[in-house]
């Protein structure tokens, strides 16, 4: 199984949205509803921001969301705050109880 | 609420196995949870390792079943990994991590540990 592709980084000033892309395969991404992202700050474990798609655990803000489209998943940060720079990571369920992550995407908040 | 904490050797030799505990408070592992372990070498991005289920079942990456096993011992609430032959390629911070089932995400996470793998 290969990683997810995610593009290496991201950018957007204070107050504005930016949008990050998974890309996978009809193996994992595009045969699940099991799509998960993860927040990771420098020097820290990942932090859980979103599982099954678009659902949140409790306590994760609302201007974290995500979707999905056929082998593509999203995760959208709305209203960028400072602390919101970090690395995300998606992740996916792969069938055969396997589980793939993403390549990673930076997000600067300018 | 539930806390994981990673321990074991910081260095390991070329070939020799890596092992490592996870000692989870907070939470009994015997409970109907997925205990799982993921890696990421310095500056790259997070690799699944593999999970065990509170029964004992398990499941491995495929690109490490080979080396890879997990064990659960219920009498002191931890889970451990061990990796056999190891190379360079295996140096990476190894965090533990629960998810409550294989599809839903990895919700709570240690705080890691780095292994280097040099002679």
């Known amino acids: 199984q290969s990683a997810l592709t995610q593009p290496p980084s991201a950018s957007g000033s204070p107050g504005q949205s930016v949008t990050i892309s998974c890309t996978g395969t009809?193996?994992?991404?595009?045969?699940?509803?099991?799509v998960s992202w993860y927040q990771q700050h420098p020097g820290k474990a990942p932090k859980l921001m979103i599982s099954?798609?678009?659902k949140r655990p409790s306590g994760v803000p609302d201007r974290f969301s995500g979707s999905k489209s056929g082998n593509t998943a999203s995760l959208t940060v709305s209203g960028l705050q400072a602390e919101d720079e970090a690395d995300y990571y998606c992740?996916?369920?792969?069938?055969?109880?396997?589980?793939?992550f993403g390549t990673g995407t930076k997000v600067t908040v300018l | 609420q539930v806390q994981l904490q990673e321990s074991g050797p910081g260095l390991v030799k070329p070939s020799d196995t890596l092992s490592l505990t996870c000692a989870v408070s907070?939470?009994?592992?015997?409970?109907?949870?997925?205990w799982g372990w993921i890696r990421q070498p310095p500056g790259k991005g997070l690799e699944w390792i593999g999970y065990i289920y509170s029964s004992g079942s398990t499941y491995y990456n495929p690109s490490l079943k080979s080396r890879v096993t997990i064990s659960l011992d219920t009498s002191k609430n931890q889970f451990s990994l061990k990796l056999s032959s190891v190379t360079a390629m295996d140096t990476a911070v190894y965090y533990c991590?629960?998810?409550?089932?294989?599809?839903?995400?990895?919700?709570?996470w240690g705080q890691g540990s780095l292994v280097t793998v040099s002679s």
């Open positions: 099954e798609v678009s």
């Open positions: 992740s996916s369920y792969a069938g055969s109880n396997n589980y793939v």
């Open positions: 907070g939470y009994s592992i015997s409970s109907s949870n997925w």
């Open positions: 009809s193996s994992d991404v595009g045969s699940y509803n099991y």
């Open positions: 991590a629960k998810t409550p089932c294989v599809v839903c995400g990895f919700d709570s």
